[in-house]
């Protein structure tokens, strides 16, 4: 393929990817890997490489949408940080000797699982109910700015979304993705915590997650600059903006039409590992 | 300057150098490849051969960066993206130590270890 085309390919899906990832805090990765293996037919491995760079500038592009950050509870993320880095760290370990197609067996699980957080009921206003005495322990309660003034919300079942943290962060090293999505169910449906918290939060780990295991990638040979260079400045344009829209904006329609690709993606993905 | 806004600001110059660097190595890039088509292995059962080896380590990424390598330029662009959530956990562990939150710091350090552990002595 022509290489100003296929540069041109990848920045629109770069952008997509960081508005989509930045959106649900899912991560970008779940886009690019697809793009790269099913649409243009390379690697998994370079693809997995790409998706670690696309999840950190998600991260990062998110992150820098605002200069004070009020909805992001630092604590939640770095206290769940010790279970993903070591996870990622194990995770990128074990990667090296999975075969290809089974590496694609497990993405596409995490595609369908995805596909479903992406139009989960969302929890908005927080759980006020009597926290986990160890959430108290921690810290971990806190509030956050909304239209009708501060909300409060309490933390609950922290073991439980440790335990999570720790798979998602497995996952994460093997695949290279963020794996925001097991990030939000274990803050969202154990924890009780309210999805704007829990996006943000989740935007935050995601990146610290994927850098935690990106040196092992790097110095394997599967960051690729050709693939890199559209995509940096793609996903870090379209999570900047995902961001803004977020706080603003009810994105529902988005929601559903980014769950139906993900399903669709997962089906074609399942099939080509198993074929 | 409150430590937020700090590390607000940290971050963005992170990611404006990473962008910077990413943009003006791939204009490098392709004005030297243009017009290559890049191959894209169709079998998949072909060894996988992964990048260049000189791209793959900063020490052997930054001598080329002076030879104008479009690749190299890109490359370096990634490496400063994966340092920006490194600097993220730094600067929380700076405004915890600044809170005096003990258990915040120590946590802190914990994920910060683990990164740069992996970074220093998980790899080859």
């Known amino acids: ?198 996006t943000t939060t989740s935007n935050f780990m995601v990146g610290v997650t994927a850098a935690a295991s990106a040196v092992i990638y790097l110095q394997r040979g599967y960051i690729d600059p050709v693939l890199a260079m559209p995509i940096v400045p793609g996903v ?5 903006i995902g961001s803004k829209i977020l706080m603003k904006v009810n994105t529902k329609i988005l929601r559903i039409i980014f769950a139906i690709l993900l399903a669709f993606l997962a089906m074609q993905m399942i099939y080509r590992s198993l074929s | 300057m409150t430590t937020e806004t700090l590390i607000g600001k940290s971050l963005r110059a992170g990611v404006i150098a990473a962008m910077t660097l990413t943009v003006v190595g791939g204009v490098i890039y392709l004005f030297q490849h243009h017009g290559i088509t890049i191959a894209i292995a169709q079998n998949s059962n072909a060894a996988f051969t992964g990048t260049a080896t000189y791209l793959r380590e900063l020490s052997t990424i930054i001598p080329r960066i002076a030879q104008f390598d479009g690749a190299a330029i890109i490359q370096l662009g990634v490496i400063v993206l994966i340092a920006t959530p490194v600097l993220r956990v730094v600067m929380s562990l700076i405004s915890f130590v600044i809170e005096k939150d003990k258990l915040y710091i120590a946590i802190s350090a914990i994920v910060l270890i683990v990164i740069l552990g992996n970074m220093i002595f998980g790899l080859h």
Not at chain 1, 23 to 31: E, F, H, K, S
Not at chain 1, 236 to 240: A, D
């Open chain 1, 1 to 198: 393929m022509d290489i100003q085309l296929l540069t041109l390919i990848l920045f629109t899906g770069a952008i997509c990817a960081g508005l989509l990832g930045s959106l649900t805090g899912l991560g970008g990765g779940v886009i690019i890997i697809p793009l790269l293996t099913l649409g243009l037919g390379f690697d998994m491995r370079f693809a997995v490489g790409s998706a670690l760079v696309t999840s950190i500038a998600t991260s990062s592009g998110a992150a820098t949408a605002y200069l004070r950050e009020k909805v992001t509870n630092i604590r939640i993320g770095m206290f769940l940080e010790i279970g993903t880095t070591v996870g990622a760290v194990v995770g990128a370990l074990v990667a090296m000797y999975l075969p290809v197609n089974v590496i694609m067996l497990i993405y596409g699980i995490v595609l369908v699982f995805s596909a479903v957080m992406t139009v989960r009921k969302k929890n908005t206003d927080g759980n006020t109910s009597p926290a986990d005495p160890l959430a108290v322990r921690m810290k971990l309660n806190g509030s956050f700015p909304a239209k009708q003034g501060t909300k409060n919300y309490n933390v609950h079942n922290v073991a439980g979304g440790f335990s999570l943290m720790w798979i998602a962060g497995v996952l994460s090293g093997i695949l290279g993705i963020g794996s925001g999505a097991l990030k939000v169910l274990a803050m969202d449906t154990v924890m009780k915590i309210p999805f704007k918290v829990s």
């Open chain 1, 236 to 240: 870090l344009l379209g999570s900047f």
